[in-house]
């Protein structure tokens, strides 16, 4: 062994070279004139992907003019942004002739000199241990060619490339399909969960209790002595509104306030969110405060979510909020709503993006138990859905397990700390 020189490598065996970037890759800049290809490509997770440009799924150009044509071997780097986002991957390799933005870096192996996948795989490292960070420059912190093209790399004699190529191919493939088990399990998990709540809050937690046919479709038979009301009936609805993002006084006070990027599928309580504005952007606009334990709905990108505010705060015009004004159990509510979203997703409208109604929300109707029974059901679905989510996130630790493995071994082998025994 030797010192590489290189401080995130340390030593390496002694036949393995230390060259530059440029040594190995050549930049390659193909550009898709008169659109000679429409194959489009996109990189994500560490993984380059086909991308249907027949759906609406996504954000598409008006034009695939100039952007760059790779062939499989090529490696693609997403080297903006650099100061943010610091777990996602940076590196794929195209496994096929595409399309891809010429935003992003592509090289190209020299013929002879290197294996693309082991490169691939180099990279892979180098990108994991946060080679890249602190690198970038300008305003977005970002890379060009010229920035990458001295980065010291580990050359390995080419017989060496194709032994650790072929045993981490097979590894990571092993432990790829670990993870991706533990992910089917997870949903399998997410579906039992949503499955569990909607038995409870349409069908009670009395299997013997007689039952009615409640009139809405999706909803079917519910118990006898349960009524379906609308939800104006239920919570004063208030909707949301935006101060004007120009006036500097409008913000950064003291008023927490949301939008529906500040909650997810997975969070029951939302606290804060990435802005707060002040006492005068609050009376320049038609926001309002919500008072706490009240139920905030996204009304649009996405359709459906629901959370409860654990402070008062208001909202932006994505979200619509229910105050609690005749003493129903929130946390009933709650969970009604969130296995809903088909529902209002078919109530939806808009060429941009759908949007639901006030209107259309606030006339939909919901299934209402007595409030004592409102009381046990949450209960009981608070148990039961801890129960699943603990199952879920052991599940998720151990992908995050198999996830550092995989780094792990790959680094291992790409830096010659450990060797293939033929």
Not at 408 to 420: A, D, F, H, N, P
């Given at each position: 062994?030797?010192?590489?020189?290189?401080?995130?490598?340390?030593?390496?065996?002694?036949?393995?070279?230390?060259?530059?970037?440029?040594?190995?890759?050549?930049?390659?800049?193909?550009?898709?004139?008169?659109?000679?290809?429409?194959?489009?490509?996109?990189?994500?997770?560490?993984?380059?992907?086909?991308?249907?440009?027949?759906?609406?799924?996504?954000?598409?150009?008006?034009?695939?003019?100039?952007?760059?044509?790779?062939?499989?071997?090529?490696?693609?780097?997403?080297?903006?942004?650099?100061?943010?986002?610091?777990?996602?991957?940076?590196?794929?390799?195209?496994?096929?002739?595409?399309?891809?933005?010429?935003?992003?870096?592509?090289?190209?192996?020299?013929?002879?000199?290197?294996?693309?996948?082991?490169?691939?795989?180099?990279?892979?490292?180098?990108?994991?241990?946060?080679?890249?960070?602190?690198?970038?420059?300008?305003?977005?912190?970002?890379?060009?060619?010229?920035?990458?093209?001295?980065?010291?790399?580990?050359?390995?004699?080419?017989?060496?490339?194709?032994?650790?190529?072929?045993?981490?191919?097979?590894?990571?493939?092993?432990?790829?399909?670990?993870?991706?088990?533990?992910?089917?399990?997870?949903?399998?998990?997410?579906?039992?969960?949503?499955?569990?709540?909607?038995?409870?809050?349409?069908?009670?937690?009395?299997?013997?209790?007689?039952?009615?046919?409640?009139?809405?479709?999706?909803?079917?038979?519910?118990?006898?002595?349960?009524?379906?009301?609308?939800?104006?009936?239920?919570?004063?609805?208030?909707?949301?509104?935006?101060?004007?993002?120009?006036?500097?006084?409008?913000?950064?006070?003291?008023?927490?306030?949301?939008?529906?990027?500040?909650?997810?599928?997975?969070?029951?309580?939302?606290?804060?969110?990435?802005?707060?504005?002040?006492?005068?952007?609050?009376?320049?606009?038609?926001?309002?405060?919500?008072?706490?334990?009240?139920?905030?709905?996204?009304?649009?990108?996405?359709?459906?979510?629901v959370v409860i505010n654990g402070n008062e705060l208001c909202?932006?015009?994505?979200?619509?909020?229910?105050?609690?004004?005749?003493?129903?159990?929130?946390?009933?509510?709650?969970?009604?709503?969130?296995?809903?979203?088909?529902?209002?997703?078919?109530?939806?409208?808009?060429?941009?993006?759908?949007?639901?109604?006030?209107?259309?929300?606030?006339?939909?109707?919901?299934?209402?138990?007595?409030?004592?029974?409102?009381?046990?059901?949450?209960?009981?679905?608070?148990?039961?859905?801890?129960?699943?989510?603990?199952?879920?996130?052991?599940?998720?630790?151990?992908?995050?397990?198999?996830?550092?493995?995989?780094?792990?071994?790959?680094?291992?082998?790409?830096?010659?700390?450990?060797?293939?025994?033929?």
């Amino acid at each position: 062994m030797k010192n590489s020189g290189i401080e995130w490598i340390g030593e390496i065996p002694d036949d393995w070279e230390v060259v530059y970037l440029s040594s190995i890759f050549n930049e390659h800049k193909r550009k898709n004139i008169g659109l000679i290809c429409k194959n489009l490509l996109s990189l994500s997770y560490g993984k380059i992907k086909r991308k249907d440009i027949n759906t609406t799924d996504g954000l598409l150009p008006e034009s695939f003019e100039g952007y760059n044509i790779i062939e499989k071997g090529d490696i693609v780097l997403r080297l903006t942004d650099l100061q943010n986002d610091q777990k996602s991957l940076r590196t794929g390799i195209a496994h096929e002739t595409g399309l891809i933005t010429s935003a992003y870096i592509t090289i190209r192996c020299l013929p002879k000199i290197a294996l693309p996948d082991y490169m691939h795989y180099y990279l892979h490292s180098f990108d994991t241990s946060k080679g890249f960070y602190g690198m970038g420059d300008g305003v977005r912190q970002g890379l060009n060619y010229d920035g990458i093209k001295k980065i010291l790399m580990l050359l390995p004699p080419i017989n060496e490339q194709q032994k650790i190529t072929d045993y981490l191919d097979k590894k990571c493939a092993a432990v790829d399909r670990l993870i991706e088990n533990q992910r089917a399990q997870i949903e399998k998990l997410k579906e039992y969960k949503q499955s569990v709540i909607t038995e409870a809050v349409t069908k009670g937690l009395d299997p013997s209790a007689p039952m009615k046919d409640s009139g809405i479709e999706w909803l079917g038979k519910i118990p006898m002595n349960w009524n379906v009301m609308a939800t104006k009936n239920l919570f004063r609805i208030i909707s949301g509104s935006t101060p004007k993002s120009d006036n500097i006084d409008f913000w950064d006070g003291d008023i927490i306030w949301i939008t529906p990027s500040d909650f997810s599928t997975e969070d029951v309580f939302v606290y804060h969110g990435k802005r707060n504005i002040s006492l005068q952007g609050l009376k320049s606009c038609s926001t309002a405060l919500v008072p706490k334990n009240s139920i905030i709905f996204s009304k649009r990108a996405p359709i459906g979510l629901v959370v409860i505010n654990g402070n008062e705060l208001c909202t932006n015009q994505g979200c619509l909020s229910c105050v609690n004004i005749t003493n129903q159990n929130i946390k009933f509510f709650y969970y009604t709503m969130s296995i809903c979203t088909e529902q209002y997703e078919i109530l939806g409208s808009g060429t941009t993006f759908k949007e639901i109604s006030a209107k259309d929300f606030a006339n939909f109707k919901l299934p209402c138990p007595t409030k004592d029974e409102q009381r046990q059901i949450a209960d009981y679905l608070d148990k039961k859905c801890a129960e699943i989510d603990k199952l879920i996130a052991i599940k998720q630790q151990k992908i995050e397990t198999l996830t550092e493995y995989k780094k792990s071994l790959i680094y291992e082998y790409v830096t010659g700390k450990k060797q293939v025994i033929s």
